[in-house]
């Protein structure tokens, strides 16, 4: 969509301007659109941007309600932030840099670029959440500008113009105040429909990461209170139980390991093994050409193509970060409705549960499949309470600790003998599934909060997806100069 530009000469001037002699800085990138306009118009003219602080470690405590939002909470592949990296700081200290609901952050040190509305989930708690010096606020002349600039702010077309810009060689980049020198599209009077839509699009996928993330951790919660009721009295293993092991590594002889399995064995209502509850385990394909033949992968959508979800590509918030396009000479086999995929190696114990006919991937090695023997038998809220009570291992630090070797750990086929399933009630089995799976008619070019807390996670990875096509496919056509008319957008979701 975009060209790098490289200048045949470059005048003093333009040298003065840029304080540089980096062949790098001098890189332009330009798209069709030739109305474009610098970001910094889109800024307040006295305070363009807010500056973040850098309280140091030694404000740092285990828990407050003060929250520290680095530049490791913020990303490419998420439109909110990242609640699980917060850090809580000592409210003694006082902070003034403070974030409010809806705000956009932008990195400015190391991965420079990244940006998210923020999303304050907090409110309740009556937290405060400051942000470091690695990220700034900018302020906005009027809220619409605010939802157009963060979609070309997580664009290509702004990214390479900003990674251009920022000069190399540092082991920590610091793109200062230059992505206000970035160029994005300027909008024609009769496209200004753009800013509302915008708006609508990023708020739905903010919010469905949050929800999401609130949902996955009411399920452990319900798990939790089902299941940890017993106190038990840890004691260290002895040689014989190493021996029936035949391991050694200390993680599955820990204190939460031995808890969690021995109220499980106490579980009133008793417990099954993965086969014995009436599913078996494959791993996923191998993507290696012996098997597939020749094939290609690419990230735009091409007709005739497999879509392949790596297991590493899961969220922890429990939602699809993102996915590629397979083509292959070779017969690729699918995932099916009622699959459980969970990431077996790498990040290990990650989950994802299909719950329908039309969702439709493939995966690599790396995955595990848990599938029911009897598809057509089994309900689709047994496979639920099997992958949200794995996340619920992961959340725990269980499987991590049951996982073997580094890089992130393995978990393969020979271990899951020790992955006991607690027979809980139909009630609490139905009341998981409603927190993974209920349907609530989500339009992407409208915001909903209500329709969004009452969505499951799997309709929520599924809207989220949606929402980001079509801010991909608006922004793409702007980009070349071919922007349709909003009933055009509005036919294709329909």
């Known amino acids: 969509m975009q060209n790098m530009i490289i200048p045949e000469e470059v005048s003093i001037k333009d040298i003065i301007e840029k304080k540089s002699l980096s062949p790098n800085n001098f890189k332009e990138i330009n798209i069709k659109r030739k109305s474009q306009t610098k970001v910094l118009n889109y800024l307040d003219e006295e305070i363009p941007y807010f500056k973040g602080d850098e309280p140091g470690s030694v404000t740092y405590v285990e828990n407050s309600k003060v929250k520290f939002l680095r530049n490791s909470c913020i990303n490419a592949l998420n439109t909110s932030f990242l609640p699980k990296k917060l850090i809580s700081l000592n409210p003694n200290y006082g902070f003034e840099n403070m974030v409010n609901n809806l705000d956009v952050l932008l990195c400015k040190d190391a991965n420079i670029g990244d940006a998210c509305l923020y999303i304050d989930n907090r409110a309740d708690l009556e937290e405060i959440t400051v942000y470091s010096s690695g990220i700034i606020k900018p302020n906005f002349k ?5 939802y157009y600039c963060l979609a070309f702010f997580k ?8 990674d251009a810009k920022t000069p190399r060689g540092s082991t920590i980049r610091h793109a200062g105040d230059r992505f206000m020198d970035c160029k994005i599209p300027l909008l024609k009077e009769n496209e200004e429909w753009v800013y509302p839509i915008f708006e609508n699009l990023l708020k739905n996928v903010a919010y469905a990461e949050v929800v999401s993330f609130n949902k996955l951790k009411q399920s ?11 106190t038990i009295d840890f004691k260290n293993p002895n040689i014989s139980k190493i021996f029936k092991e035949e391991r050694v590594d200390a993680g599955i002889y820990s204190k939460s390991v031995q808890e969690l399995f021995k109220n499980i064995e106490l579980y009133k209502h008793g417990y099954s093994d993965i086969d014995t509850y009436g599913y078996s385990l494959k791993r996923g394909p191998n993507l290696a050409q012996r098997d597939l033949g020749r094939s290609l992968k690419t990230e735009e959508y091409r007709p005739n193509y497999n879509l392949l979800v ?16 397979l083509g292959a000479r070779n017969k690729v086999w699918y995932l099916e409705n009622k699959d459980i995929l969970f990431s077996a190696e790498g990040s290990v114990g990650k989950t994802f549960v299909i719950c329908d006919e039309e969702m439709k991937f493939t995966t690599n090695f790396h995955g595990m499949i848990i599938h029911p023997k009897e598809r057509n038998e089994t309900d689709i809220s047994k496979s639920i309470f099997i992958g949200l009570l794995l996340n619920y291992m992961r959340a725990k630090g269980i499987i991590d600790k049951l996982s073997v070797g ?3 750990g393995s978990f393969a086929v020979g271990y899951w003998d020790t992955i006991l399933i607690p027979n809980f009630p139909s ?12 349907d609530s008619q989500l339009n992407p070019f409208e915001f909903n909060l209500e329709k969004i807390k009452a969505a499951g996670i799997f309709q929520l990875n599924n809207f989220r997806i949606l929402c980001n ?4 496919m608006i922004i793409d056509d702007i980009k070349i100069d071919k922007l349709q008319d909003i009933d055009y957008y509005k036919r294709k979701h329909s």
């Not at 664009?155 to 900003?162: E, V």
């Not at 790596?310 to 396009?325: E, R």
Request: zero cysteines; hydrophobic letters at 30%; a negative charge.
């Open 310 to 325: 790596y297991p590493s590509d899961i969220s922890d918030n429990g939602y699809l970060l993102k996915s590629v396009y």
């Open 142 to 146: 009027e809220d619409k500008y605010k």
């Open 220 to 230: 452990e919660d319900i798990i939790d209170t089902e299941l940890m009721t017993n």
């Open 155 to 162: 664009d290509s077309y702004f990214l390479q113009q900003l």
């Open 469 to 472: 096509d079509f801010l991909k």
């Open 406 to 408: 580094g890089n992130g």
């Open 427 to 438: 009630s609490i089995v139905d009341e998981l599934s409603r927190v993974y799976n209920f």
